[in-house]
């Protein structure tokens, strides 16, 4: 397992839970970023992005970058939010360009499948909903979670929770 992130800490906290799990030699962390994950073409049988890819910059060439990383027949997992309308002008860019089904073929991925997940739609819903409970005192991260609960509440019916898969192609041959 190769696990790819922006941040330091989130590099450091990784490693020192897959030490905690005795994974440690199982397993690779390294700073980097979707566009530019700096492992070698069709290196992974499977990438998996979690709640990442709206914030990639350009969005394409992230989805070029599993492209190129992922073997023929390679897996890729996505999971993020989409527009209920891409029009929907309370939405940020970065989520109002967000489309995967159109997107994956795109970059070359086939059997592309992107499902609804209203079951963690509603979870996330009830989530931002009891953060808003709490009591933040002087806690700044907790009061830094309560400004992203108004600002998700304040568009979440604009929002559809979403889950896709693709694979890449058996052949070697290049993303368009």
Known sequence: MVGIDF????????RRRTEE????????????????????AASVDAVLVVDSLQFADPL????????????????????????????DERL????????????????????????DKSAWRLAEHALWREVLTLEAGDDPALRSMQ????????????????????RAPRTASSPP
């Open 7 to 14: 941040s330091e800490v989130a590099i450091k906290q990784a």
């Open 21 to 40: 799990l005795r994974l440690a030699d199982r397993a690779d962390f390294q700073v980097g970023e979707l566009i530019a994950t700096k492992l070698s």
């Open 92 to 115: 940020s860019p970065r989520l109002r360009q967000m489309d995967l089904g159109r997107q994956l073929p795109r970059a070359g991925f086939v059997d592309v499948e992107v499902n």
């Open 60 to 87: 394409p060439d992230a989805l070029q970058e599993c492209r190129r990383i992922v073997r023929p027949g390679g897996r890729v997992v996505l999971t993020c939010w989409e527009p209920v309308d891409a029009d």
């Open 147 to 166: 400004e992203e609960a108004q600002r998700m509440l304040a568009i979440f019916d604009g929002l559809r929770r979403v889950l896709a898969t693709a």
